[in-house]
């Protein structure tokens, strides 16, 4: 299972209330959520989507711990996750705070904290803030898609309730200009450096596949604004400076897919990891880093051949790469293991 894959949502009855359940991201794995409307305000009842928070709306946000789950460890951020409570106009800039390893979720319990959607920062929190009014409240309840040992006592399910304050006006992503989306990008893909440097896998991932989807969306202003360009003898008009060119975009593309690739070899996903280095070798094929990881991908598929094609070429872009010399030396050793075992198992059929 991959952060970046979308995950549907499964409506179903509970008693009048509508119940939505879908699987979000967070720092210790997958959770299946199940949502349900308990109080909806009056006077957002007729109000429609259009009022719910979208992408860089700042929301003021409680949540609480429903009494008898023990889940108080999975929820609450360690000392330094949380922060007071300030205005939204504090906030409209810079809204992160540190995640925390060990939590489900990513806010403090029973008092009134900041949210900034698009961010990442609770994938679970923003799901349900998508679908909620001013003044809104909603049971969740969530479990982990797959139990641990190591973590057996805390990955039990939970409930809580989350209630939805005030927010501020935000966009949904076809809203956005072209230079929104450049700084939105730009902000998820440095936001997904610094998770990873935590030892965040999961939310770097989330964040690396968050800056793609929106990226994508330009691929058709820089077509249009290639052309132009070219048509115009290299001469760009004002509102086309904006868009990045086609080489910036290929660029930041490449990277963006390397940095997920890494991601999900560390999260021991080398299917996804080979088809995101891959991509990004055909963007970028002089990007070092990326013929790397697709070697260790292909690796740890014992796909050992396509492994060696990769760190060679990994060695014709850098000649003196020690990474890509000692794949290579593990590569040929894990091919004799593999040959021994093979001759060892056609003795055994034909003795």
């Excluded at 309730?161 to 501020?168: A, K, S």
């Excluded at 995101?276 to 990881?293: F, N, Q």
Aim: with cysteine.
């Amino acid at each position: 299972m991959d952060p970046n894959q979308e995950m549907p949502l499964v409506s179903t009855k509970h008693g009048n209330e509508e119940a939505i359940s879908w699987v979000s991201v967070c720092p210790r794995g997958l959770w299946r959520v199940q949502q349900r409307q308990i109080h909806k305000s009056i006077s957002n009842h007729d109000a429609g989507m259009h009022q719910c928070p979208r992408m860089g709306s700042i929301c003021q946000v409680r949540i609480h711990l429903q009494t008898g789950t023990g889940a108080d460890q999975c929820v609450v951020p360690d000392e330094g996750g949380q922060r007071c409570t300030q205005s939204l106009e504090a906030h409209s800039e810079d809204t992160a705070f540190t995640r925390c390893l060990s939590a489900v979720l990513q806010v403090p319990l029973s008092q009134w904290t900041t949210v900034r959607m698009g961010e990442g920062q609770c994938d679970i929190t923003e799901a349900c803030l998508e679908r909620m009014n001013c003044g809104d409240k909603c049971e969740i309840q969530l479990s982990p898609l797959v139990y641990s040992e190591v973590n057996a006592e805390s990955d039990q399910p939970f409930n809580v309730t989350v209630e939805l304050g005030t927010f501020t006006p935000g966009k949904e992503s076809w809203e956005l200009s072209s230079e929104e989306k450049m700084d939105w990008v730009r902000s998820l893909k440095n936001r997904g450096t610094v998770w990873f440097r935590s030892g965040d896998m999961w939310g770097a991932a989330d964040s690396y596949s968050r800056a793609l989807k929106l990226l994508i969306t330009l691929y058709g202003l820089i077509k249009v604004a290639k052309t132009q360009e070219q048509a115009s003898e290299g001469i760009q008009s004002p509102s086309e400076s904006l868009v990045p060119s086609a080489k910036e975009y290929n660029t930041i593309k490449a990277e963006l897919h390397s940095n997920l690739s890494l991601c999900q070899i560390k999260l021991k996903q080398p299917e996804r990891a080979k088809v995101s280095a891959s991509k990004a070798t055909e963007l970028d094929p002089g990007g070092a880093k990326a013929w790397y990881r697709l070697g260790q991908a292909c690796q740890m598929l014992n796909e050992l051949e396509e492994s060696k094609r990769a760190f060679k070429k990994l060695l014709e872009i850098q000649p003196d790469s020690s990474a890509a010399i000692k794949a290579l030396k593990d590569v040929a050793i894990k091919e004799k293991e593999t040959n021994k075992a093979l001759a060892h198992r056609l003795s055994k059929m034909f003795s």
